[in-house]
């Protein structure tokens, strides 16, 4: 299929993206076009004007200040995925990004579009709500600063208004303390997962404290399983796993009943993970 007709403008500044937004309520940004693209091709929607944001400069950077890592929208998965900087200081994004897609699909797609889009079985979207992060939007009131618990709202549904562009999202720089985990599972590697996990904590002792498990594929969003938080805060996996208390729905890759199984094998692999020194 074809998309319907569109008019196309290519934003040179964060300003004129913002006022192109505003003058045109229907209009969709334009970023690495992986997950938008599709939408036009399947007429799943039908903007009548496309901004192209990526001849905007400096929102491609990822930068490292004050125990916090800043990753700029257009920063393309590829860029991230090679970066020794997130590699070091932000190992939960490093170690989901070979599960997003494929090669090709990173090489264009971004960071912002990733996060802005939420789809409910992304990588990214699970791994800042894991990571307790925070979303960077301007549009025509300013800037403004939205925390990952309170940004994904429903099915596709973000905490954005309507001018509004993602333009960075900050998440904590990891310290010795912190312990990372991730795991999926997919078809085949690239797809999207069937259900997957995003978890930090911190190293207390032995055991561990600050326990955030983002599920996803599970729900309209990426979900907190927070009595099984607290379980495996309490050292007992097989208490974790028991209390998870996850909703998931049938869909076309798996059962709501497959799902939660699926939750608990992941669970564990994480929880394995936690228990494990990365930094
Ligand atoms: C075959 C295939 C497999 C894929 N598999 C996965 C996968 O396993 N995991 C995964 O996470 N993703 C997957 N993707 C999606 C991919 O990661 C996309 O790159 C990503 O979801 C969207 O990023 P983008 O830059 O391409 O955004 P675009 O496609 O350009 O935009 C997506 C949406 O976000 C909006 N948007 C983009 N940037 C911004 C911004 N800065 N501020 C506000 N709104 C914005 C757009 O207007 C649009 O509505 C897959 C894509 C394909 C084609």
Known sequence: MKPAPFAYRKARSLDEAVSLLVEQADARLLAGGQSLIATLNMRLSAPSLLIDVNGISGLDRIETANGTVKIGALTRHAQAEGSADIARHAPLIAQAMPHIAHPAIRNRGTIGGSIAFADPAAELPACMLALGGEVEASGPNGKRTIKADDFFIDLYETALRPGEMLTAIRVPAA?????????????????????????????????????RLAFFGV????????????????GDVDAAVAALDLAPHDDIQATAAEKKHLAGVLLRRVAKQLMEAHV
């Open 219 to 234: 729900g309209n969003t990426p979900v907190r399983a927070r009595k099984a938080e607290d379980a495996l805060a309490g």
């Open 175 to 211: 310290t010795a303390e912190t312990r990372t985990g991730f795991a999926e599972l997919a078809r085949r590697h690239g797809d999207y997962a069937i259900a997957g996990l995003a978890a930090t904590a911190r190293a207390k002792g032995k055991g561990l404290s600050d326990v």
